[in-house]
């Protein structure tokens, strides 16, 4: 267990719904970031939050959106959903948002199917 | 822009034979180079962070090594429990730049 918890674990849902996924970062940790993995594009940043706000932006879709609330866990909500938005989303976190040496701890992602 | 090549992007091993993962990078100003391992349907786990060329770090039948332009993982003697996607990942000095991560490396080692 890397200390991030990431829920739901799988997700299937229709095109044009809207779908949240949730994180909770590792104790102690301020930056949460979202990544996109498909088998084609490999991890693909998607947006960083420090402390509640925003800090750094991907390319993420505008149907994307994402926050992170006072008690740090963050949630990214993707709408009007696609076919190809199918992927796996890993949610990160370290300690300053900087620059930290060991990098990131990352959930175990949460599987989006959209049929 | 920051960009990540892995090489090659599978492998397959016998248990016992020993080989190398490419990771080739280009950045304006390396912060850090960092190495992890994804096994299937988790995510990617910590392994090493590299600062500077010519820097070794080691742990257990790896090693990873760096230079002005590229980074290599040493896998020495293979067990079938090193099979797993490593991962290669850079980060900026300019400015605050999330870590960019290469496509991966799928290694399989055979019994």
């Known amino acids: 267990d890397s200390g991030v918890t990431q829920t739901p674990k799988h997700l299937i849902t229709a095109t044009g719904q809207r779908v949240t996924l949730r994180c909770s970062p590792r104790?102690?940790?301020?930056?949460v970031y979202w990544y996109q993995q498909s088998l084609d594009q490999g991890l693909q940043f998607l947006i960083q939050?420090?402390?509640?706000?925003?800090?750094a932006k991907g390319n993420i879709l505008e149907r994307f959106s994402a926050q992170q609330f006072p008690d740090l866990h963050s949630e990214l909500n993707l709408s009007s959903l696609e076919l190809g938005d199918s992927a796996l989303y890993f949610c990160?976190?370290?300690?300053?948002?900087?620059?930290?040496?060991?990098?990131?701890?990352f959930g175990s992602g949460t599987r989006l199917t959209v049929v | 822009e920051d960009q990540v090549t892995q090489s090659p992007e599978a492998l397959r091993l016998q248990e016992g034979e020993s080989s190398s993962l490419n990771c080739s990078y280009t950045?304006?100003?390396?912060?850090?180079l960092f190495w992890y391992r994804q096994d299937p349907g988790k995510g990617p786990e910590f392994l090493f962070t590299?600062?500077?060329a010519g820097e070794e770090k080691e742990k257990e039948r790896l090693k990873a090594t760096l230079t002005k332009k590229e980074s290599f993982l040493h896998i020495t003697a293979p067990k079938p429990e090193d099979s797993a996607t490593y991962l290669c990942a850079v980060q900026s000095s300019s400015g605050n730049t999330p870590l960019v991560f290469g496509k991966g490396t799928r290694l399989s080692v055979i019994a």
């Open positions: 939050y420090y402390n509640g706000e925003e800090r």
């Open positions: 990160a976190s370290s300690p300053t948002g900087q620059f930290d040496n060991y990098g990131y701890t």
């Open positions: 590299l600062y500077s």
């Open positions: 950045v304006s100003g390396l912060r850090g």
């Open positions: 104790s102690g940790d301020l930056s």
